[in-house]
């Protein structure tokens, strides 16, 4: 017999990147007396992990729970980048509604429209949190039309057209049913949770039955499984059966050794869980995403959406550069070994190969802004590596014929700079489907273009559009190959010998082109230490020094002024480098270098091709 839990709520909070979800749960948190009047609380206390405070982005979901009038409500906190969008699609799984907050001045953006897409598949109810209404630029109305028709576009139900809209400034943490009214609380929105959010149901008596949506790691405890309990209830050291409803094969009989809930911003340890009650499970080593926990006596699966497939790899391997295993404290290819297949333990997108080379890792991911957080964190734990530039994965379809991932490309930006955009990613295969007036003298320009073609655009883009623009993309369909990309035009200056870079061999330098190290910093041959204004790559000593002669005529010794060199964070040396060079990472700097670093065997190689 199926029963509603009407003292639990399970909701997760979904949005386009930037529009406040991380901030709401803070208020969330705050106004249910989760923390003690006079504790001191970090801004975004959800995102836990340094990179994710620093571009203040959310990477991984996280989960924490608030009780109000009685009634605990599971808030789930999702990615908003397309990038992290596998996580998006599994957090779904676990919860009876979602709540959609959209900016009160950008209004419906790519992936506003991507995860509700999502939701909406999963028939789930949706309340709507018109946030930031106190910009000054809020545009209130406008934006709760665009979502209804969303709405619409999605084929949304009588009853989901029906939603509830909240209009919200979470920063100052006030919200109301009319945007001309808002109140200094959260109540609001707390009540239409409670009113218009499904309690969860399931059969109390039935066989155990809990799917596992996401998975946690923690040192002492290895993985730890987080889920719903759909059916039954779960007990500490109860035996149960592990089965996936995409591996028919599976089926392997364990015992639960801890069982926790959320509570705040801590897990809680229980005895026993019921219906509906969020959960994580530790003491299961090989407990996968998608894995379902049964009662040994009603083995039955839960299906579950399969995790999108990576659509961009790169090699990671040994640094064998001459300046090698100088700074970095992990650098043997055991310890990049290790690391990669660590990740795999709570990254369910990422993909690691062996190859034919012990030194080489083939390493997949949904996208640049994936790879390069693995790439930091790896960089800040004191590992010491070089990658390759990014390149897409081909597949071939039924036909034999050779596809490629496209994108969906959603561009703003100031009128006057569309021409040059349009003109960039057209060079790049993308083609114009769309193009509307925004507000503010901007237009919303809508590309579909081949994934390959926005590698290494991005950094273009921003000095194309002075820094005004505004560019999302979201991964759209396999389609067939649609021919060669020329991705750089220039060339790169490359250093000639090793030593350290002079003065006076930069100052001959700078007139070529543009320098990525001012004076005083180790080269070594075969490192590319700037970009040349033309398209070849040319060599230059850069530690070369000033013959000195006897002769000393006024005016000639007066000093040599250097241009600030340009300085590549990581993003921007990911995009720069090319398909015969390598970026060189250790805890203290980035190279670009050259695969092959002698100059002989480097121009064979190249008349080879």
């Given at each position: 017999m199926k029963q509603k839990r009407e003292d639990i709520r399970n909701i997760a909070i979904i949005a386009h990147v930037d529009h406040g979800k991380t901030t709401l749960v803070d208020e969330l948190l705050k106004q249910s007396g989760v923390f003690r009047e006079n504790q001191e609380v970090a801004e975004r206390v959800m995102d836990s992990n340094d990179i994710e405070r620093e571009r203040g982005i959310t990477i991984l979901s996280k989960n924490t729970a608030v009780t109000y009038k009685g009634t605990k409500i599971n808030i789930v906190d999702t990615p908003g980048h397309a990038d992290f969008g596998g996580e998006v699609e599994r957090v779904l799984k676990m919860v009876d509604g979602a709540i959609l907050v959209v900016d009160a001045f950008e209004g419906v953006m790519p992936q506003t429209k991507f995860v509700l897409k999502k939701a909406m598949a999963l028939k789930l109810p949706v309340i709507v949190c018109v946030n930031k209404v106190d910009r000054p630029e809020a545009r209130c109305v406008d934006v709760v039309d665009e979502v209804l028709e969303l709405f619409m576009d999605l084929d949304a139900s009588d009853k989901q057209l029906d939603c509830p809209f909240i209009f919200a400034s979470a920063k100052t943490g006030q919200s109301g049913l009319d945007y001309k009214n808002i109140t200094p609380t959260m109540e609001p929105l707390f009540e239409s949770i409670l009113n218009f959010i499904?309690?969860?149901?399931?059969?109390?008596?039935?066989?155990?039955?809990?799917?596992?949506?996401?998975?946690?790691?923690?040192?002492?405890?290895?993985?730890?499984?987080?889920?719903?309990?759909?059916?039954?209830?779960?007990?500490?050291?109860q035996e149960v059966v592990i089965v996936n409803a995409h591996e028919p094969d599976k089926q392997k009989k364990v015992k639960i050794s801890a069982l926790y809930e959320y509570d705040g911003l801590q897990k809680v340890n229980v005895k026993e869980a019921g219906i509906g009650a969020i959960v994580a499970i530790s003491g299961i080593s090989d407990i996968h995403i998608g894995d379902t926990l049964c009662s040994p006596e009603d083995i039955r699966p839960i299906p579950f959406q399969k995790i999108s497939e990576p659509t961009i790899a790169m090699q990671f391997m040994v640094n064998d550069s001459p300046l090698a295993g100088q700074e970095g404290k992990y650098v043997t290819s055991r310890h990049l070994r290790d690391r990669l297949f660590k990740e795999l333990n709570t990254d369910v997108s990422l993909r690691v190969e062996e190859t034919d080379s012990t030194e080489c890792f083939k390493v997949s991911g949904r996208g640049e802004l994936h790879l390069s957080v693995l790439i930091e964190n790896m960089r800040r734990e004191g590992y010491e590596f070089a990658v390759s530039k990014a390149e897409v994965l081909y597949r071939t379809d039924s036909k034999g014929r050779k596809t490629e991932p496209m994108e969906l490309a959603y561009v703003d930006v100031p009128e006057e700079f569309s021409g040059t955009v349009i003109e960039k990613l057209g060079q790049r295969k993308g083609e114009l489907q769309n193009m509307t007036p925004i507000t503010g003298g901007y237009v919303r320009l809508e590309f579909s273009i081949p994934s390959r073609g926005l590698i290494g655009y991005?950094?273009?883009?921003?000095?194309?559009?002075?820094?005004?623009?505004?560019?999302?993309?979201?991964?759209?369909?396999?389609?067939?190959?649609?021919?060669?990309?020329?991705?750089?035009?220039?060339?790169?200056?490359?250093?000639?010998?090793?030593?350290?870079?002079?003065?006076?061999?930069?100052?001959?330098?700078?007139?070529?082109?543009?320098?990525?190290?001012?004076?005083?910093?180790?080269?070594?041959?075969?490192?590319?230490?700037?970009?040349?204004?033309?398209?070849?790559?040319?060599?230059?000593?850069?530690?070369?020094?000033?013959?000195?002669?006897?002769?000393?005529?006024?005016?000639?010794?007066?000093?040599?002024?250097?241009?600030?060199?340009k300085i590549l964070s990581l993003e921007q040396a990911l995009e720069f480098i090319d398909t015969d060079e390598l970026l060189e990472i250790t805890p203290e700097t980035l190279r670009i270098r050259k695969k092959i670093l002698d100059p002989t065997l480097r121009k064979r190689a190249s008349f080879k091709k």
């Amino acid at each position: 017999m199926k029963q509603k839990r009407e003292d639990i709520r399970n909701i997760a909070i979904i949005a386009h990147v930037d529009h406040g979800k991380t901030t709401l749960v803070d208020e969330l948190l705050k106004q249910s007396g989760v923390f003690r009047e006079n504790q001191e609380v970090a801004e975004r206390v959800m995102d836990s992990n340094d990179i994710e405070r620093e571009r203040g982005i959310t990477i991984l979901s996280k989960n924490t729970a608030v009780t109000y009038k009685g009634t605990k409500i599971n808030i789930v906190d999702t990615p908003g980048h397309a990038d992290f969008g596998g996580e998006v699609e599994r957090v779904l799984k676990m919860v009876d509604g979602a709540i959609l907050v959209v900016d009160a001045f950008e209004g419906v953006m790519p992936q506003t429209k991507f995860v509700l897409k999502k939701a909406m598949a999963l028939k789930l109810p949706v309340i709507v949190c018109v946030n930031k209404v106190d910009r000054p630029e809020a545009r209130c109305v406008d934006v709760v039309d665009e979502v209804l028709e969303l709405f619409m576009d999605l084929d949304a139900s009588d009853k989901q057209l029906d939603c509830p809209f909240i209009f919200a400034s979470a920063k100052t943490g006030q919200s109301g049913l009319d945007y001309k009214n808002i109140t200094p609380t959260m109540e609001p929105l707390f009540e239409s949770i409670l009113n218009f959010i499904p309690a969860p149901e399931g059969d109390p008596d039935a066989g155990t039955q809990v799917l596992i949506s996401t998975i946690d790691y923690n040192e002492y405890v290895g993985r730890i499984g987080v889920g719903k309990i759909e059916n039954g209830s779960v007990k500490v050291n109860q035996e149960v059966v592990i089965v996936n409803a995409h591996e028919p094969d599976k089926q392997k009989k364990v015992k639960i050794s801890a069982l926790y809930e959320y509570d705040g911003l801590q897990k809680v340890n229980v005895k026993e869980a019921g219906i509906g009650a969020i959960v994580a499970i530790s003491g299961i080593s090989d407990i996968h995403i998608g894995d379902t926990l049964c009662s040994p006596e009603d083995i039955r699966p839960i299906p579950f959406q399969k995790i999108s497939e990576p659509t961009i790899a790169m090699q990671f391997m040994v640094n064998d550069s001459p300046l090698a295993g100088q700074e970095g404290k992990y650098v043997t290819s055991r310890h990049l070994r290790d690391r990669l297949f660590k990740e795999l333990n709570t990254d369910v997108s990422l993909r690691v190969e062996e190859t034919d080379s012990t030194e080489c890792f083939k390493v997949s991911g949904r996208g640049e802004l994936h790879l390069s957080v693995l790439i930091e964190n790896m960089r800040r734990e004191g590992y010491e590596f070089a990658v390759s530039k990014a390149e897409v994965l081909y597949r071939t379809d039924s036909k034999g014929r050779k596809t490629e991932p496209m994108e969906l490309a959603y561009v703003d930006v100031p009128e006057e700079f569309s021409g040059t955009v349009i003109e960039k990613l057209g060079q790049r295969k993308g083609e114009l489907q769309n193009m509307t007036p925004i507000t503010g003298g901007y237009v919303r320009l809508e590309f579909s273009i081949p994934s390959r073609g926005l590698i290494g655009y991005r950094g273009e883009f921003m000095t194309d559009t002075k820094g005004n623009g505004i560019i999302n993309t979201i991964f759209d369909e396999y389609a067939p190959y649609k021919g060669d990309i020329q991705y750089r035009k220039q060339g790169s200056l490359i250093a000639f010998e090793s030593g350290e870079s002079v003065t006076y061999g930069l100052f001959n330098a700078q007139e070529r082109g543009t320098l990525f190290i001012g004076p005083g910093e180790k080269v070594y041959s075969g490192m590319i230490i700037g970009q040349n204004g033309k398209p070849e790559d040319v060599e230059i000593n850069v530690c070369k020094t000033k013959h000195l002669t006897n002769t000393r005529a006024s005016g000639s010794d007066e000093a040599l002024r250097l241009t600030p060199p340009k300085i590549l964070s990581l993003e921007q040396a990911l995009e720069f480098i090319d398909t015969d060079e390598l970026l060189e990472i250790t805890p203290e700097t980035l190279r670009i270098r050259k695969k092959i670093l002698d100059p002989t065997l480097r121009k064979r190689a190249s008349f080879k091709k």
